[in-house]
């Protein structure tokens, strides 16, 4: 069987194999809201991707109207290449990256968001072995990542230094409302819900100083500006639970926290309000890495998403232009 000629444009020194399966869905499909639910995509990101595919390439890959979808010359020619691309690829996962577990980072082992992701990826990929990690921050966790040392994190995506953002990818999974941690007795602990305005005068730890947190510590700062509460100054790092229960207990500063914190004996946890202050959380990995059990937490973080509301932001609901960008951006 003689090859097929090659697409036109000039050719590419590396296509993103993600990129491809894209394209070969919806050639498949012939409809892009199918395709994207086949893939587990919001049908924008869907097109994005295969419009960066023909850029790539050099060559118009779909005919679009209104009405239908349809295949171009230089689509039908891709399609074998793709193809045979993608059936070489799930070979060497089947040969090696299904034996090889997916390293996740939860972060802390009380945070709630990743912890239900991993566990309904656990749920619908149960041949595949997902194995929880613990870096403290997304900023911490960004370098494991682009070492391959880890494979998936979650966190504050905008957070990240854009450096470290190029060489990875993301999917929004949450926007956390947010909450502050009170000593019991403070003058706030017996509010149910705590306004911004409240804390003018306060003193809040927001893990300032913190190297594998300076994500979390800028989120808090864009927040505070203009409403008079100040970022406690850098402490001794704590490592462990009760380490920082220990230093906190010696500070007595306020937390700022999301609202599925972890308990801590002698903290009250309240709710943040008017506005509704939101930590974007999103699922973030090695820029073309692929392994079946990344596709099983993509799926999971989208259908908690769905059955929990995550991604729905409150009418007052707060977050930083950034952000509000790069989590609509995906």
């Not at 230089?74 to 691309?85: I, N």
């Not at 994500?215 to 008079?228: I, K, P, Q, S, V």
């Not at 639970?241 to 914190?261: C, G, S």
């Not at 937490?297 to 729905?312: F, K, N, P, Q, T």
């Given at each position: 069987m003689s090859a097929p000629p090659p697409v036109s444009g000039p050719a590419p020194h590396h296509v993103d194999p993600r990129l491809l399966r894209a394209f070969l869905t919806v050639a498949e499909e012939l409809h892009f809201t199918r395709a994207a639910a086949r893939l587990y995509v919001a049908q924008q990101a869907l097109s994005r991707d295969v419009r960066r595919l023909?850029?790539?390439?050099?060559?118009?890959?779909?005919?679009?109207?209104?009405?239908?979808?349809?295949?171009?010359?230089?689509?039908?020619?891709?399609?074998?290449?793709?193809?045979?691309?993608?059936?070489?690829?799930?070979?060497?996962?089947?040969?090696?990256g299904q034996a090889r577990p997916l390293l996740v980072d939860l972060n802390s082992p009380g945070l709630v968001t990743g912890r239900s992701v991993l566990y309904r990826a656990r749920e619908l990929a149960p041949d595949q072995e997902l194995m929880a990690r613990y870096e403290s921050g997304l900023t911490g966790a960004a370098g494991e990542l682009l070492a391959?040392?880890?494979?998936?994190?979650?966190?504050?995506?905008?957070?990240?230094?854009?450096?470290?953002?190029?060489?990875?990818?993301?999917?929004?999974v949450r926007y956390e409302p947010m909450a502050i941690l009170l000593p019991e007795g403070h003058r706030l602990a017996s509010l149910e819900r705590v306004p911004l305005a409240a804390l003018a005068g306060e003193t809040v730890y927001a893990g300032a100083g913190n190297?594998?947190?300076?994500?979390?510590?800028?989120?808090?700062?864009?927040?505070?500006?203009?409403?008079?509460?100040?970022?406690?100054p850098p402490m001794p790092l704590a490592v462990g639970?009760?380490?920082?229960?220990?230093?906190?207990?010696?500070?007595?500063?306020?937390?700022?926290?999301?609202?599925?914190?972890p308990a801590m004996p002698d903290g009250v946890l309240r709710p943040l309000a008017d506005p509704v202050p939101l930590s974007p959380v999103s699922l973030v990995w090695r820029r073309g890495l692929t392994h079946p059990?990344?596709?099983?937490?993509?799926?999971?973080?989208?259908?908690?998403?769905?059955?929990?509301?995550?991604?729905?932001r409150p009418v007052d609901g707060w977050i930083p232009a950034i952000d509000e960008h790069l989590m609509s951006a995906t």
């Open positions: 023909e850029r790539e390439l050099g060559a118009e890959l779909f005919v679009r109207t209104t009405r239908q979808v349809t295949l171009t010359a230089d689509g039908e020619r891709l399609v074998p290449y793709a193809r045979r691309a993608l059936d070489a690829q799930d070979e060497l996962l089947a040969a090696f391959g040392r880890l494979d998936a994190s979650f966190g504050r995506f905008a957070g990240l230094d854009p450096a470290l953002r190029a060489g990875l990818d993301h999917q929004p190297p594998r947190t300076p994500e979390w510590t800028d989120l808090a700062r864009r927040l505070f500006e203009g409403r008079g509460i100040e970022i406690a639970d009760e380490e920082f229960r220990r230093i906190m207990a010696k500070t007595r500063n306020p937390i700022l926290a999301v609202v599925d914190f059990a990344l596709d099983a937490l993509r799926r999971a973080a989208i259908e908690l998403g769905v059955e929990h509301d995550w991604l729905r």
